[in-house]
């Protein structure tokens, strides 16, 4: 569905700007990127702002037209700062742009179309867009760069996308945020139990404290990296027990 979501930019004045979008794309899952007559591209620039999006900015498809850029899309929303003199429908909210996009996005092409840094998009490349949006902004100073821009029109996109039910998003975790195995767990009650005995704590050999121990981590629901420290607190415990 994200695939079927492409960004269009028009005639871009600043190839950074290029690699700043693409990257604002990248961290949306968005990876399908139009340039309609950029000032200069390829540029350096552009790949060396793009900051680990470099592969959208090289496969970026070059195009000599909006109407070429957006011909198969079957919506196409134009990135607009104020209304123009032309009647179409406009939505006052991203988030209501986003959740139509995705909707459509499910089955067809779709479009979010920016317009150049200095005056954004004409008249004549909007009546090309099949609807508008403004991102709501200080009124006293609501401007965005060509990136922001971008960033908070893919976020919404994003985050109509994942909250749909058949979206399987799932985030990603480190490592150490992620919950420990069963086995990881044994080994810890395990060595738990080792320390516990060696020092003295427990010394009746019916005694109920490692079960309730038990309840106290299954319910504290350590993490692997908490698990982790609590293995290195026993090990510096141990280091310090008489040696059998």
């Not at 794309?25 to 702002?49: H, I, Q, W």
């Not at 006052?92 to 459509?104: K, N, S």
């Not at 996005?105 to 403004?134: K, M, W, Y």
Request: hydrophobic share 40%; net charge negative; charged share 20%.
């Amino acid at each position: 569905m994200l695939s079927n979501i492409r960004i269009v930019l028009v005639q871009t004045f600043h190839p950074g700007n290029i690699g700043a979008a693409a990257r604002a794309m990248k961290t949306m899952g968005l990876s399908e990127l139009v340039l309609v007559n950029p000032r200069r591209f390829p540029d350096p620039e552009a790949t060396r702002l793009a900051a680990g999006a470099e592969d959208l900015v090289e496969d970026a498809r070059v195009v000599g037209s909006l109407a070429e850029a957006v011909s198969d899309c079957v919506q196409v929303v134009g990135a607009s700062a104020r209304l123009r003199s032309l009647p179409l429908p406009h939505f006052d909210e991203p988030d209501a742009m986003a959740c139509e996009l995705v909707e459509h996005a499910a089955h067809d092409p779709v479009a979010l179309v920016f317009g150049r840094e200095r005056f954004g998009l004409t008249n004549d490349e909007i009546a090309l867009c099949s609807h508008q949006v403004s991102i709501p902004a200080n009124p006293d100073y609501g401007i965005l760069n060509l990136s922001q821009a971008v960033q908070v029109l893919a976020y919404e996109a994003f985050t109509a996308w994942r909250r749909r039910p058949d979206s399987g998003y799932r985030p990603t975790l480190p490592a150490e945020e992620r919950q420990p195995s069963r086995e990881q767990l044994a080994y810890f009650h395990e060595h738990l139990s080792q320390v516990m005995h060696r020092s003295g704590f427990i010394t009746q050999p019916h005694a109920h404290t490692e079960a309730h121990l038990h309840t106290l981590f299954a319910r504290a629901q350590p993490s692997r990296r908490e698990l982790s420290l609590l293995r290195g607190l026993l090990a510096s415990f141990e280091r310090h027990l008489p040696q059998k």
